[in-house]
């Protein structure tokens, strides 16, 4: 089946430690996004890679790193820099464009306790 | 800075009831315009996109929408909701070289 998976579904962390979240997709896409999710503020973009090894920030980048070292893999990282890391993360891959529809992961949901 | 708008946050009806969902957005120029549901329990799926063409588009269980460029606007509408679509509902909007950006969410209870 083809499709983005993330993992794990849900992850508790204490405060101050670096977490990694995990994203994979074999979709062939070449675009990959990282978003945050909270109530009544949609989707915010953290950060997002066009191509390996190239990655940009996006709104809300702060407190957040990312790697891109193969196509298929984009882990984002949620260091203890975040103020406010407790949240669902959601991430997307799209193909170029013209055709720039982006695909999403079933999310990981970070507790910070 | 590129903005989009869902005017209702929350919206309640009861099954075989109309919906539409408002979406406006700030971008003035050429813009690829999306909506989003993210059913309970469920990750976030494509519902309908419009990128060029006719401006009534029609997407996946029964829903369509209209482009309204002088109004800036890409309202959702069913002409009767299930109890099944109950679900949280995004409008997306991506301007050329711009990043995809999302509008806060409607959330939709159909009762049964």
């Known amino acids: 089946d083809g499709g983005i998976t993330q993992s794990p579904k849900y992850l508790f962390r204490k405060e101050g430690q670096n977490v990694t979240l995990s994203c994979e997709q074999n979709l062939n896409h070449d675009a990959m996004y990282w978003y945050r999710q909270d109530p009544g503020q949609g989707l915010r973009l953290i950060y997002y890679s066009q191509i390996v090894n190239d990655f940009q920030k996006g709104d809300i980048a702060e407190g957040y790193s990312v790697s891109r070292e193969k196509k298929e893999s984009f882990p984002l990282t949620v260091t203890s820099a975040q103020k406010n890391p407790t949240a669902f993360y959601l991430c997307?891959?799209?193909?170029?464009?013209?055709?720039?529809?982006?695909?999403f992961g079933p999310g990981t949901r970070l507790l910070v306790l | 800075a590129q903005s989009v708008s869902q005017h209702n946050h929350h919206v309640i009806l009861s099954e075989a009831a109309s919906l539409e969902l408002g979406c406006n957005y700030s971008y003035g120029g050429t813009v690829n315009l999306f909506w989003y549901v993210q059913y309970p329990g469920q990750h976030l799926q494509l519902l309908l996109k419009y990128f060029s063409g006719d401006p009534l588009v029609k997407g996946i269980k029964g829903f369509e929408a209209e482009f309204i460029k002088s109004k800036f606007s890409f309202n959702l509408r069913k002409p009767s909701v299930q109890w099944s679509d109950t679900a949280e509902y995004f409008c997306a909007v991506k301007a050329a070289g711009n990043k995809l950006t999302f509008g806060g969410g409607t959330r939709v209870l159909v009762k049964p």
């Open positions: 997307a891959s799209s193909p170029r464009a013209p055709q720039e529809t982006q695909y």
